[in-house]
């Protein structure tokens, strides 16, 4: 199987490029066809609309602590919609420590998302991992690993609120409202008080 990595906001590129493929020595016939570098969310599809059509497993290195339309699910999420892709299989791979990682299907292909830490890389691909990716290296039983420190897990709907609400800048409507507001308390207040203290 090849495959393909999108390093996205990733600054940790070479610790991970090299776990990866120890691991790919190591437990499958994967191999790393190319490697793309990206820093923004058009960016990004643009070299995973690349990455996707040359290889049968596209990693993707980073993104996940972004806002907005910046992170990497979101920038996902839009390049999937624009392309019309389906969506067959979407996991969750729980790190233990730090941002989860997701795997998705779309037909034959596989998405792999990964956060930006080289520990939490190493650990989420695993067997686990493995058992939900057809890398046509026969039974995952056949692949040893000693221990099992990940799991996948069906990804829950996101709740996007918290990133929606950390993402918006208030309207500017709503900011001059509040302004007009307190300008007219602060007249009112001072007038009461002139009508109080001066008659």
């Known amino acids: 199987m090849n495959c393909s990595i999108v390093y996205y906001s990733s600054y940790k590129t070479g610790y991970i490029q090299r776990s990866l493929e120890k691991k790919f020595r190591t437990m499958t016939n994967i191999t790393v066809k190319s490697g793309y570098a990206a820093v923004s969310p058009k960016d990004m599809q643009m070299k995973f609309r690349r990455a996707l059509n040359e290889s049968s497993l596209v990693i993707i290195v980073g993104g996940l602590s972004l806002f907005g339309?910046?992170?990497i699910m979101t920038a996902l999420s839009d390049y999937f919609t624009?392309?019309?892709?389906?969506?067959?299989?979407?996991?969750?791979?729980?790190?233990?420590?730090?941002?989860?990682?997701?795997?998705?299907?779309?037909?034959?292909k596989y998405v792999l998302v990964l956060p930006d830490d080289p520990d939490a890389a190493e650990r989420m691909f695993g067997v686990q991992?493995?058992?939900?990716?057809?890398?046509?290296?026969?039974?995952?039983?056949?692949?040893?690993?000693?221990?099992?420190?990940?799991?996948?897990?069906?990804?829950?709907?996101?709740?996007d609120t918290a990133d929606r609400l950390r993402s918006r800048r208030m309207p500017t409507v709503a900011i001059i409202t509040i302004v007009i507001t307190a300008a007219v308390c602060i007249a009112a207040a001072v007038w009461i008080v002139g009508n109080i203290f001066y008659k």
């Not at 624009?82 to 299907?105: C, F, P, Q, T």
């Not at 058992?131 to 799991?151: L, M, Q």
């Open 69 to 71: 339309e910046n992170n």
């Open 82 to 108: 624009k392309a019309r892709l389906s969506v067959d299989s979407n996991k969750r791979v729980l790190n233990e420590d730090g941002e989860d990682g997701y795997l998705i299907k779309t037909g034959n």
């Open 129 to 159: 991992l493995l058992k939900n990716i057809d890398t046509g290296a026969g039974s995952p039983d056949e692949i040893e690993e000693p221990v099992r420190t990940h799991t996948v897990v069906f990804a829950p709907e996101p709740d």
